[in-house]
């Protein structure tokens, strides 16, 4: 079982920037360097989307839209993941969630990871 916390979600106006961490803890933590972590998030009113993810190899994927503004990585001494958020925009706005999954292949799919955080809340205003 891993516990995983993000934390860093604010107000920001848009074209400003901002970095989420979220790390892991629980009893198989030491497994984190194995686990493909990724960000989604969902906006009121919307379906949780995926956002970015980090392979195990720390190969990066990106949803189109996020694409050459967020970049994501890992440390796994630290068993965290950080999402560096630039040039955000008013549709950027939700609630970011951390997600872990086991299985080595990567996937999009929320539905498809293991493990969540409790999200954190991201809101860019004019």
């Known amino acids: 079982q891993v516990e995983l916390v993000e934390s860093g979600g604010a107000q920001v106006q848009t074209g400003g920037s901002l970095s989420l961490s979220c790390t892991a803890s629980?009893?198989?933590?030491?497994?984190?360097?194995?686990?493909?972590m990724a960000w989604f998030r969902q906006a009121p009113g919307k379906e949780r989307e995926f956002v970015a993810l980090?392979?195990?190899?720390?190969?990066?994927y990106y949803f189109d839209s996020v694409k050459g503004r967020f970049t994501i990585s890992r440390d796994n001494g630290k068993s965290t993941t950080y999402l560096r958020m630039n040039t955000l925009k008013l549709e950027d706005t939700a609630v970011y969630y951390c997600a872990a999954r086991r299985d080595l292949s990567i996937s999009y799919r929320p539905d498809l990871y293991d493990y969540w955080g409790q999200g954190t809340q991201v809101t860019v205003s004019s």
């Open positions: 629980g009893p198989t933590v030491g497994s984190f360097s194995s686990y493909v």
């Open positions: 980090i392979s195990r190899n720390e190969i990066t």
